[in-house]
């Protein structure tokens, strides 16, 4: 299994990005995957998942500001961020795991990319 993010990158707040993660090596789409960010320092912390029913979590900061959705035909899941504010900053990542994974496990999910910095200058 094999995760590759792309789309960060610099922008001033207020601005938008869509990060995409293409997801290789998965033998069906029962899996849970999200997008996590990390800041020097912090522990990873969720931004936004999808469960293999679709269901959709984000974090409070991100909520009305964030779309995660997963393009199944593509096998590319995505983050599309609006509104993005200076607390946004930081390496991105994309996780997977097969099968359910409730909330407070997410974190310990078995595969994940390289990450994709976004950085937002006020």
């Known amino acids: 299994v094999k995760l590759v993010e792309s789309g960060g990158g610099s922008v001033q707040a207020g601005g938008s990005l869509r990060l995409s993660c293409t997801a290789s090596?998965?033998?069906?789409?029962?899996?849970?995957m999200g997008w996590f960010r990390q800041t020097a320092g912090m522990e990873r912390e969720e931004v936004a998942a999808?469960?293999?029913?679709?269901?959709?979590t984000y974090t409070q900061s991100v909520k009305g500001r964030f779309t995660i959705s997963l393009d199944n035909a593509k096998n590319t899941l995505l983050l599309q961020m609006n509104s993005l504010k200076p607390e946004d900053t930081a390496m991105y990542y994309c996780?997977?795991?097969?099968?359910?994974?409730?909330?407070?496990?997410?974190?310990?999910?078995?595969?994940w990319g390289q990450g994709t910095q976004v950085t937002v200058s006020s």
């Open positions: 090596g998965f033998p069906d789409t029962s899996y849970c």
């Open positions: 999808i469960s293999p029913n679709g269901t959709t």
């Open positions: 996780g997977a795991g097969r099968g359910y994974w409730p909330p407070e496990r997410r974190r310990n999910l078995p595969f």
